[in-house]
Every structure is written in structure tokens, then in C-alpha cells.
């Protein structure tokens, strides 16, 4: 959450009764992201509202291969991150209305 950096995610399954998947909040004023140079690949995410949520700072993370499913924002939030990278993501399953890369989720 605040301090998550070079790590990998994969074969996971997540939800359905959460309301975020991962959670990379910014670092408390510190100026990094809580989130730096980490992989989400090969899962699944069922959850309420996002599937990744990426805030101020977030620099470098990567999801790659994941299915997304349920969410009713977005499949994965953006907040002012930076060279982020999302490729062949399965985003089929979210829910009507909601979008595949968003900047913010209310």
C-alpha cells in the first residue's frame, strides 16, 4: 500500500466482495508512489468498483495478462502516474458503463 516496490503479483484471484483489487495509495508526501516497478500479471480481479488502483506517484508498475471483471468504474485507475504500462489485458467482463483505464473513480 505505501511502499510496495519491485514486487510480483501473479495467478491470483481477487473478489468478488471487495471494492478495490490492489490498492497503491500515494506515500504519504514522501513524493514517491506507494506502488514502484511492480508486475500484476496471469490473474484474475472480480472486484466492486476498480481492479488496480494506481495513485499520484505510482511510477513503473506493470499489469500485464490479467482478467478483469465486476468493476463499475474502471478496470484499473491512473491517478497521475507515471510510465505505467497496461498490455493484453482481458476487459470483457467489466460492467456496462465502466472503462478499461481511468484517471480517477468516485
Same mark, same amino acid.
Given at each position: 500500500? /505505501?511502499?510496495? !516496490?519491485? #514486487? ?19 506515500? #504519504?508526501?514522501?513524493?514517491?508512489? $506507494? ?6 500479471? /496471469? $490473474? ?10 494506481? #495513485?499520484? $506517484? ?7 495478462? !490479467? +482478467?478483469? =471483471? %465486476? ?6 485507475? #491512473? %491517478? @497521475?502516474? *507515471? *510510465?505505467? +504500462?497496461? +498490455? %493484453?489485458? %482481458?476487459? +470483457?467482463?467489466? =460492467? =456496462?458503463? =465502466? !472503462?478499461?483505464?481511468? @484517471?480517477?473513480?468516485?
Amino acid at each position: 500500500e /505505501h511502499n510496495t !516496490v519491485r #514486487d510480483t503479483f501473479e495467478n491470483f484471484k481477487l473478489g468478488p466482495n471487495i471494492t478495490t483489487g490492489f490498492n497503491c495509495e500515494w506515500n #504519504d508526501g514522501s513524493g514517491l508512489g $506507494g506502488c514502484q516497478y511492480n508486475t500484476y500479471q /496471469h $490473474g484474475t480481479i472480480a472486484s466492486q468498483k476498480a481492479g488496480v488502483f494506481l #495513485d499520484l $506517484g505510482s511510477a513503473g508498475n506493470n499489469v500485464q495478462y !490479467v +482478467t478483469f =471483471a %465486476n468493476q463499475t468504474c474502471a478496470a484499473m485507475v #491512473d %491517478n @497521475q502516474g *507515471t *510510465t505505467n +504500462t497496461y +498490455t %493484453n489485458n %482481458n476487459y +470483457t467482463g467489466i =460492467a =456496462a458503463g =465502466a !472503462v478499461p483505464l481511468a @484517471q480517477y473513480c468516485y
